[in-house]
């Protein structure tokens, strides 16, 4: 919004030339997020306790009744600093931004959804799993069709650490790209067991791809380092920036022992955020190194669900693997700092592919 109304008058207010560059409007989103979330953060903390919007905690595995009541449904402080920072320091003309913020925003309101049936119930089950699924589906295959739809789209899929190997998917892009979308979506809820552990790599991972992004709408840039330029995508610099900015205001307050969680209306959002991401710059494989931790949780509770339907056996203590170092007796803060360790190691792997080709 600020880019329409200033930069036009550079001519006359030299300043104002600032807002034609996407580092200055991503770091001017970045301290918005930042800014609203620690300003809207105790007032919401406090409207969903006098709410009574607390989180009802699993009976099995660990035990962490101190945490029951805690106010949940934290994502919307995440959401609402994102979505106002994004729409304050982005071209509102950019298709990207709006595919993008339109996906986040529809994940939102589907978690919020399951976050209020589990609180009205006071049950840890909110939507039924079929249902929600589906929906993710049907949102994320809109989204593929959009990508899928654009001239400037070119069909190849992205392989790390290859140069030259870029298979043509024609038509079946559309699927894999919803596939993508809806997995990181769920790998994210997936992860979200811990004070802090979901929202460590969401910012290292929104943190990678802002270069990603960066790099993909500069054409220069694109062709010295072999990454698919995509014209328009640098716009989404600004979002990633929002969206760290967001997720370390809402860490503030999530930080152990956490005074607000999550919950799905976060986490579905975040996910499918960058999943979404990740298909528009054509970066739909590297998001899987990037997001290693998210892609390990669910590879757990995949493993542990075929195992003991097929054995009746279980390879993990409990499942996702967060919770199987807590019945090892790792300490919760140790088991988060260790995940958000790994989580930056292989954000420097994944920078480092893009040299490695």
Known sequence: MLYHLLYPLADRIGAFNVFGYITFRTGAATL?????????????????????????????????????????????????????????????????????????????????????????????????????????????????????????????????????????????????????????????????????????????????????????????????????HVPGSGELTIFCGALVGGGLGFLWFNTYPAQLFMGDVGSLALGGALGAIAVVIRQEILLAVVGGIFVVETLSVMIQVASFKLTGRRVFRMAPIHHHFEEMGWAEQKIVVRFWIISIILAIVSVSSLKLR
């Open 32 to 228: 918005t997020a930042l800014f609203l979330s620690f300003v809207l953060g105790p007032p919401l903390i406090r409207a969903l306790g006098r709410l009574r919007v607390g989180q009802p905690i699993r009976e099995i595995g660990p035990d962490h009744q101190e945490k029951e009541g805690t106010p949940t449904m934290g994502g919307l402080l995440i959401l609402l600093a994102l979505a106002v920072s994004v729409l304050l320091w982005t071209r509102l003309d950019n298709r990207g931004v709006w595919i993008v913020l339109g996906l986040t925003i529809g994940y939102g309101l589907l978690g919020f959804l399951d976050d209020y049936r589990k609180v009205r119930s006071q049950k840890s089950d909110g939507i039924r799993a079929r249902t929600k699924l589906l929906w993710q589906f049907v949102l994320a295959f809109g989204v593929a069709w959009l990508i899928y739809t654009d001239p400037s789209f070119d069909k190849e899929l992205a392989v790390p650490f290859f140069k030259n190997f870029t298979p043509n998917l024609g038509w079946f892009y559309v699927p894999l790209a919803a596939m993508v979308i809806v997995a990181a979506s769920n790998a994210v809820n997936l992860t979200d067991g811990l004070d802090g552990l979901a929202i460590g790599p969401v910012m290292i991972a929104a943190g990678t791809f802002l270069g990603l992004c960066y790099i993909a709408g500069h054409a220069g840039f694109a062709d010295y380092l072999a990454v698919k």
